[in-house]
């Protein structure tokens, strides 16, 4: 029997979708059929089933995956129960630009079997909600209902080519049980047709005037994102920075790897806020979200400002301006090619001395920056440490390529500054404001390094580093608990600081003096005291398969993380407890 549901994961797997990662219901029937059949048959040509005991997990994995390959993803979900499950995800899937498709079912629309598929369960009234799609629809790039199985791959091709075009992001079908239960005749698209739409450079006018904007200016600044998304992007930016001397680079999104920090012009991750914003005269915007807080700092009068994006509009915020000399809807890869081709053009008529000059301060700037950075760094005297000395000593025991999920929220930029991410693709953030996207984003992002490495446990080490409470929104009870029976494992760092500082500091920017900057985390009500046992969380998940420990003295930090990174290595996950100290 072919069903559109066996036709639905026909076109998925045709389409490039290797993974579906399920939490499955009452209007699944014909979907498990379909999975049974495509188990007897053994082809090979049907997507991977990772089952997921909580939704966002399982969306974040599909996440995680998908932003390391660029590949789109399945999330099968139960119709609105379900898709109201996946919750802050979908949010993270849309702001960090993740492709992947949410198919879930419909409550049946008969109710005397007058069709296969139609009403047999109490919980099918229930669930038939007026529009289920306006649940997510808001942030997917498109929603849209299977109706009948004839055309059901072309619904799904639909679906992916909007997933995979810039800006990329999450799609949602559904589809109810009569139709999905529906015998159709097998047929196949012709995938040359149903490729994503590519996005174009600049104007030759347009490249060389930013160049010769980037080049005349004293102090040159690029502010990025996510271009980093390209793992093509990061080489380029350099030719750029080399060519442009005294060019920064500043990541205010933290979404991927963009710009090496072993150059240089290398600023590092501020979420929107450093010096080099008011100082520079020419700021070039790549892909980038949130390039400064106008509150906090922002661009001097006269500064000349281009907007290259994807989505230069952002379309989906309702707030958004900057005061942009020009907008350019573009890709970043084909763009940065463009302008660093014509500044080499150009540069040979320009004063060698003052790029020598430039070249110098920018030498000197990027060891100061260093010597900061590594002054912060240091142990207190009674043998607790921060996030960077943490940091700074899991990027000499990690191995050299591994792959860093990160959700450390207030903690980020120490993170950043310490790990210093140097290859594409090493870096991932969460790139929304969904916490708990690093756990089920670290074991997808995992799954997708073996794959891409020649299978189960070959690929790329990947870490974890994760505040206390995100911890705990990323459900560890269903993470530790896939990475036990799938064999993905994880190296888990919990930022252990006893609470939620990020709602601390956002009433401080706005009642710097107000009451509550002189209570208590106990008496503002974001204190986690007491303290949970957050790798016992773990290890419990795992079924007790999982290496456990907890640090909060430098003198057992490097041993712990050896122990850590042994466990992982050998095939075990492991979660690191450590208690660090604000601010460093």
């Known amino acids: 029997?072919?069903?559109?549901?066996?036709?639905?994961?026909?076109?998925?797997?045709?389409?490039?979708?290797?993974?579906?990662?399920?939490?499955?219901?009452?209007?699944?029937?014909?979907?498990?059929?379909?999975?049974?059949?495509?188990?007897?048959?053994?082809?090979?040509?049907?997507?991977?089933?990772?089952?997921?005991?909580?939704?966002?997990?399982?969306?974040?994995?599909?996440?995680?995956?998908?932003?390391?390959?660029?590949?789109?993803?399945?999330?099968?979900?139960?119709?609105?129960?379900?898709?109201?499950?996946?919750?802050?995800?979908?949010?993270?899937?849309?702001?960090?630009?993740?492709?992947?498709?949410?198919?879930?079912?419909?409550?049946?629309?008969?109710?005397?079997?007058?069709m296969r598929g139609s009403r047999t369960e109490y919980i099918h009234w229930i669930q038939n909600v007026p529009d289920q799609s306006q649940i997510v629809g808001q942030y997917c790039r498109y929603a849209g209902e299977i109706k009948t199985g004839k055309n059901i791959k072309q619904m799904v091709g639909r679906a992916l080519q909007f997933a995979?075009?810039?800006p990329q992001g999450p799609v949602y079908l559904t589809g109810a049980r009569e139709v999905m239960e529906e015998e159709i005749v097998p047929y196949s698209l012709n995938q040359d047709e149903w490729e994503r739409v590519e996005l174009g450079g600049l104007t030759p006018k347009v490249s060389k005037e930013i160049a010769d904007a980037l080049l005349g200016a004293e102090n040159p600044l690029l502010i990025t994102g996510?271009?980093?998304?390209?793992?093509?992007?990061?080489?380029?930016?350099?030719?750029?920075?080399?060519?442009?001397?005294?060019l920064r680079v500043l990541d205010t999104g933290g979404s991927d790897m963009c710009f090496p920090a072993s150059h240089p012009g290398w600023l590092g991750l501020r979420y929107g806020i450093d010096p080099a914003i008011e100082k520079a005269d020419v700021i070039l915007m790549l892909d980038c979200d949130v390039p400064w807080i106008p509150t906090l700092n922002k661009p001097k009068a006269g500064t000349k400002i281009f907007h290259i994006d994807v989505d230069p509009?952002?379309?989906?915020?309702?707030?958004?301006?900057?005061?942009?000399?020009?907008?350019?809807?573009?890709?970043?890869?084909?763009?940065?090619?463009?302008?660093?081709?014509?500044?080499k053009t150009q540069v040979a008529s320009l004063d060698s001395s003052a790029i020598a000059k430039k070249w110098d301060a920018l030498q000197a700037s990027y060891k100061e920056r260093l010597a900061t950075i590594e002054a912060n760094t240091k142990p207190a005297e009674d043998g607790s440490f921060g996030t960077g000395h943490l940091c700074k000593t899991l990027r000499s025991l990690c191995p050299k390529d591994t792959i860093w999920a990160i959700e450390a929220v207030t903690n980020t930029g120490f993170v950043h500054d310490n790990i210093r991410p140097e290859?594409?693709?090493?870096?991932?953030?969460?790139?929304?404001?969904?916490?708990?996207?690093?756990?089920?984003?670290?074991?997808?992002?995992?799954?997708?390094?073996?794959?891409q490495n020649g299978g189960k446990n070959k690929g790329k080490f990947v870490v974890q580093i994760v505040g206390d409470g995100t911890f705990l929104f990323s459900v560890p009870g269903s993470v530790y608990w896939i990475a036990k029976r799938y064999d993905i494992p994880i190296l888990t760092i919990v930022l252990n600081n006893k609470g939620w500082n990020a709602p601390r500091k956002s009433m401080l920017l706005v009642h710097p003096d107000g009451l509550a900057s002189k209570a208590t985390n106990e008496d503002i009500n974001i204190s986690f005291n007491p303290v949970p046992d957050y790798s016992g969380i773990a290890k419990a998940a795992a079924g007790g398969d999982l290496f456990a420990a907890r640090v909060d003295k430098v003198e057992d930090l490097e041993r712990t993380i050896n122990e850590a990174v042994k466990a992982v290595k050998g095939g075990q996950s492991a979660v690191l407890d450590c208690k660090v100290n604000l601010g460093s």
């Not at 069903?3 to 994961?9: K, R």
């Not at 996510?226 to 005294?246: D, S």
């Not at 509009?313 to 084909?334: C, E, G, S, T, W």
């Not at 870096?427 to 916490?435: A, K, P, Q």
């Open 1 to 114: 029997m072919y069903t559109a549901s066996s036709a639905f994961f026909e076109a998925m797997w045709e389409g490039g979708v290797s993974h579906c990662f399920v939490n499955l219901g009452s209007d699944h029937p014909s979907i498990l059929e379909a999975m049974a059949k495509a188990q007897k048959e053994n082809s090979g040509k049907f997507p991977k089933i990772i089952t997921c005991p909580n939704e966002m997990v399982a969306m974040s994995m599909a996440d995680g995956y998908a932003r390391l390959t660029g590949k789109p993803q399945c999330v099968i979900v139960h119709v609105d129960v379900g898709t109201q499950g996946l919750g802050a995800a979908v949010h993270n899937a849309s702001t960090g630009r993740a492709p992947v498709l949410v198919f879930a079912g419909l409550s049946p629309f008969t109710l005397e079997g007058e």
């Open 164 to 166: 995979k075009s810039d």
């Open 226 to 246: 996510f271009a980093g998304r390209n793992q093509k992007v990061p080489a380029a930016l350099v030719e750029l920075a080399n060519t442009v001397k005294g």
């Open 313 to 343: 509009l952002k379309q989906l915020m309702p707030l958004f301006y900057v005061p942009a000399k020009q907008r350019y809807r573009a890709d970043a890869l084909l763009a940065v090619e463009q302008i660093t081709s014509d500044a």
């Open 423 to 451: 290859e594409p693709g090493s870096w991932i953030n969460c790139g929304g404001g969904g916490l708990g996207w690093s756990g089920g984003g670290a074991l997808g992002i995992k799954l997708a390094s073996d794959a």
